[in-house]
């Protein structure tokens, strides 16, 4: 059964949806499909998920370990794995994963999938950025993504721990 479960953060609350064991989806407050999941599904505990979104956000937790079923295309799920590739606190950019993926000419259709990410944070598409060096966009806002980069670096400037 699928279930959602809010969760507070410094960025706004989080709605996390799931099976109760793996994480499907996690929603910003600014999502439109937010109310739509909370009207449609049952409320529930995520634990695992929130636990370690709740210890990233204290600045304990640097890589996840929950179970993940994102739903996408194939291509998709090959953007979103290299983007849990990106070390913690660095970034890459669109084009530096089409070349991983053996396509340069692919960083759009590389941005497309990272803009499709359903598990922000998780899998980071946070620290994708523009070939000038710029921030592009996030769906959680351009502030929001500033912040997950800033609170990474300082997290581990000043010694987050590495779980």
Same mark, same amino acid.
């Given at each position: 059964? *699928?279930?959602?479960?809010?969760?507070?953060?410094?960025?706004?609350? $989080?709605?996390?949806?799931g099976?109760? *064991?793996? $994480?499907?989806? &996690?929603?910003?407050?600014?999502s439109?499909?937010?109310?739509?999941?909370?009207?449609?599904l049952?409320?529930?505990?995520?634990p695992?998920?929130?636990?370690?979104? #709740?210890?990233?956000?204290?600045g304990?937790?640097?890589?996840? *370990?929950?179970? $993940?079923?994102?739903?996408g295309?194939p291509?998709?799920? #090959?953007?979103?794995?290299? $983007?849990?590739?990106?070390?913690?606190?660095e970034t *890459?950019?669109?084009g530096? !994963?089409?070349?991983?993926l053996?396509?340069?000419?692919a960083?759009?259709?590389?941005?497309?999938?990272?803009?499709?990410?359903? !598990?922000?944070?998780?899998?980071?598409?946070?620290?994708? &950025?523009?070939?000038?060096?710029?921030?592009?966009?996030?769906?959680?806002?351009?502030?929001?993504?500033?912040?997950? !980069?800033?609170?990474?670096?300082h997290?581990?400037?000043?010694?987050?721990?590495r779980?």
């Amino acid at each position: 059964m *699928t279930l959602w479960q809010p969760l507070p953060t410094p960025i706004g609350e $989080l709605t996390l949806i799931g099976d109760g *064991t793996a $994480l499907s989806e &996690i929603l910003f407050a600014s999502s439109p499909r937010r109310e739509l999941i909370r009207h449609s599904l049952p409320p529930g505990e995520l634990p695992q998920a929130a636990e370690e979104l #709740q210890a990233y956000f204290a600045g304990a937790r640097q890589h996840f *370990t929950v179970p $993940l079923q994102p739903q996408g295309t194939p291509f998709q799920t #090959q953007v979103w794995a290299l $983007l849990r590739e990106i070390p913690y606190a660095e970034t *890459t950019t669109y084009g530096a !994963l089409a070349a991983r993926l053996g396509n340069p000419n692919a960083s759009r259709a590389v941005g497309l999938a990272n803009g499709a990410n359903p !598990l922000p944070i998780i899998v980071p598409c946070h620290r994708v &950025i523009g070939s000038n060096g710029q921030l592009t966009g996030y769906a959680g806002g351009l502030t929001t993504k500033s912040w997950l !980069l800033d609170w990474e670096r300082h997290c581990k400037l000043f010694g987050a721990d590495r779980e």
